[in-house]
């Protein structure tokens, strides 16, 4: 089983619609981030939260918003999505404790008509 | 403005040969390096890194070596073996490992037979 979960992996929806992308993971880590990867762009960090009362905005955080309900999980969401919204979008998890490299899930990738 | 760049978006090696993937960065509290290696449909996996106190660092096949006066490294891959082909991050924080990253766009490594 992965220790970061995303879902769904792919989605298609149209431009105005509302969207979450949903982040879970069992590696017992208390910091989490997404990111979204364009080609060329390598991945652009959005949010990220260091524990569950803590969110931070990251580099491109315009039209994204986030929500840590639990320790475990960190969603992201799109609240009226546009066409260059259309990306793969990453979670990541890191320990604060262990001072390991981020984690990745293997991605959720998003189209928007 | 891109603070961490490869330039190079593609390389082609012969398998038994030497890869050597660059990565130059621009931000001078940059004090860690990594090396993320992506294949398709699945989120990057943590490859090697590289301290600023060091200027390279050998993990079996893998080497990076850092130049912090011209603020570039490099990942050597000898031999490289077709399973190396892939799309390689490279990725700075100012502070750990385990803390925010900031990506390259990546550079995709073929390895022909």
């Known amino acids: 089983d992965a220790d970061v979960t995303q879902t769904p992996r792919n989605r298609i929806t149209k431009t105005g619609k509302r969207i979450m992308l949903e982040c879970s993971q069992t590696?017992?880590?208390?910091?989490m981030y997404w990111y979204r990867q364009d080609p060329g762009l390598g991945l652009r960090l959005i949010y990220y939260?260091?524990?569950?009362?803590?969110?931070n905005k990251g580099e491109i955080s315009d039209g994204y918003s986030v929500s840590r309900q639990a320790q475990a999980k960190f969603s992201l969401s799109l609240e009226s999505a546009i066409p260059n919204q259309t990306a793969l979008y990453f979670c990541a998890t890191s320990d604060t404790k262990s001072n390991q490299p981020q984690h990745f899930g293997d991605g959720t990738r998003l189209s928007i008509l | 403005d891109q603070q961490v760049k490869q330039n190079s978006p593609s390389l082609s090696v012969q398998e038994g040969r030497i890869s050597i993937l660059n990565c130059d960065y621009t931000n001078s509290m940059f004090d860690y390096f990594l090396w993320y290696k992506k294949y398709p449909a699945e989120g990057p996996t943590f490859l090697i890194s590289i301290s600023s106190i060091k200027d390279k660092n050998e993990d079996g096949r893998f080497t990076v070596f850092l130049n912090k006066s011209a603020k570039h490294l490099s990942l050597h891959i000898v031999p490289s073996q077709p399973g190396d082909s892939a799309v390689y991050f490279c990725?700075?924080?100012?502070?750990?490992?385990?803390?925010?990253?900031?990506f390259g766009g990546g550079t995709r490594l073929m390895v022909k037979p």
């Open positions: 590696k017992g880590h208390d910091r």
């Open positions: 939260s260091f524990d569950v009362k803590d969110i």
């Open positions: 990725a700075a924080s100012p502070y750990n490992a385990g803390n925010m990253l900031t």
